[in-house]
């Protein structure tokens, strides 16, 4: 007569278990690492698109008034603010623009005092961690460079013109590092400093 | 006698295939991340391009506005600009501007002007999918500019 033994392993061992929470451990590890990374990049690429925009947006608002103005004054008010006060032939209202390397860029349109921003520009975050910032703003006639044309038209042009460079820094997300400087620059034609200029030459 | 032991769980074949499977979808995911990426980062250098782009058309617009008829032949090798910079500020993407001015062919006596041809190339080398190597990506605008006249 054979007799049966069934033995049923039905349940894990200590060596198993070991071995398969030490599996989650290090997946769970590695995937909570990921993600902060993505999270990361995720903020960083969402300030610098911001700011891309921002720099652009700024800009060729100011392309657009120099180019219809005849003249430009530049007041340096301080280290970190500096006021663009833009004239023009055809009307009394002057507009000024104020570039301010902590609130960034705000424009008045000559019918009040007040100063509006162009754009939206918070550059801390809510833990007071600088997200981006400002830190260069030039505005000056074109210099001469190797190549360029040396002519009693080609220099016209050049006190006709300006070039404008933006500096902003961005912050690495969740610390304070500078991790990259946008640069953005126009070169602006004003027709109108043009024929100013040309007027009161011949005057 | 005759001892029965059940074992449940998976074969070796059936583990290795699923990790094999797990690997193929981690590889796709991160490779996709990484094209989106490299593909928002093209953009990125055809938004420079194009912004540098104006500014020379710009330029030669206020030559021709002020009068200037003689324009130097282009170099071969263009004006070169930066297109994008690594940390130390090193160039890593170069573009190169280059322009075609002529006069227009129904430009009269008194109203000079000229048809302004602009363009600039650059390396398309960046793009993780991009087997053909030394591609160029362009961009060009055609636009005419009248000279002024002021007596």
Known sequence: ??????????????????????????????????????????????????????????????????????????????LSNTTLELYYSNTQNKIKYLVSLENGIKKNDGESNRYTPIDIYNPKDDENRYKYKITNFEISQPTLTAGDIWSYEANMARYASYEIKLEIDLYNYPNDRVIETLEFNRRVFSPAKFIYNKNTNNA | MVIQKKIYGFTLIETLIGILM????????????????????????????????????NEWKSMIATGVSNFPSDSNSGKKVALRTDSNGNTTIEGKLYKKITKATNSGQYSVYYNIQTYITWDKKNLFFNKERGLLDTLSFNTYQIQFHIE
């Open chain 1, 1 to 78: 007569m054979k007799k049966y033994i069934h033995i049923k392993t039905n349940g894990f061992t200590l060596v198993e278990s070991l071995v398969s929470i030490l599996i989650v451990s290090s997946i769970s590890f590695s995937m909570f690492f990921a993600f902060y990374q993505i999270q990361k990049n995720l903020v960083n690429e969402d300030y610098k698109s911001d700011m891309i925009n921002y720099g652009n947006r700024v800009l060729d608002d100011m392309e657009n008034e120099i180019m219809k103005s005849y003249q430009l004054v530049k007041i340096n008010q301080s």
């Open chain 2, 22 to 57: 797990t690997t193929i979808i981690c590889s796709t995911l991160f490779l996709g991340i990484t094209q989106a990426k490299l593909y928002l980062e093209s953009i990125r250098i055809k938004e420079k391009a194009f912004v540098e782009l104006k500014n020379f058309t």
